[in-house]
């Protein structure tokens, strides 16, 4: 019960935020996050949506030199997203999720393991030690 009402609340700060013409990253991320947590039929092609949104978002308030999203939210954002792909079996845009994360955060851990998972994953166990 108490996961359908986050997911329930999450989805209404993401449509309030839309109609004001404000992308959140903050409540797209969030909201990816409770769908993805709190599984259920279609949660991670729902979770997918979420998180590509969230990254769309945090790319652009980069653009605009909009400090409250840092290159690490970015990068959470886009590893979330590669994981969720990942999930789905497509390999190869989860690949590119994950670098583009890497890209932002290239000291983090948990990137490069979930970069050497997908190789492994796509047949490349010699690429797949970081």
Do not use: T
């Not at 290239?106 to 994953?121: F, H, T």
């Amino acid at each position: 019960r108490l996961a359908g009402l986050a997911r329930l609340a999450g989805r209404r700060a993401v449509a309030l935020g839309r109609a004001s013409g404000v992308a959140s990253f903050d409540a797209l991320y969030n909201l990816g996050c409770d769908v993805r947590n709190c599984g259920g039929e279609g949660s991670v092609e729902e979770a997918l949506l979420a998180f590509g949104d969230a990254a769309e978002a945090g790319a652009a308030c980069y653009a605009a030199c909009d400090v409250a999203v840092r290159a690490s939210q970015r990068a959470s954002a886009e590893l979330a997203l590669g994981q969720c792909l990942g999930q789905l079996g497509m390999v190869e845009p989860a690949l590119d999720a994950v670098g583009a994360a890497l890209a932002l955060e290239p000291r983090a851990a948990d990137i490069w393991a979930e970069l050497a998972r997908l190789k492994l994953a796509a047949g490349e166990p010699a690429h797949a030690r970081a």
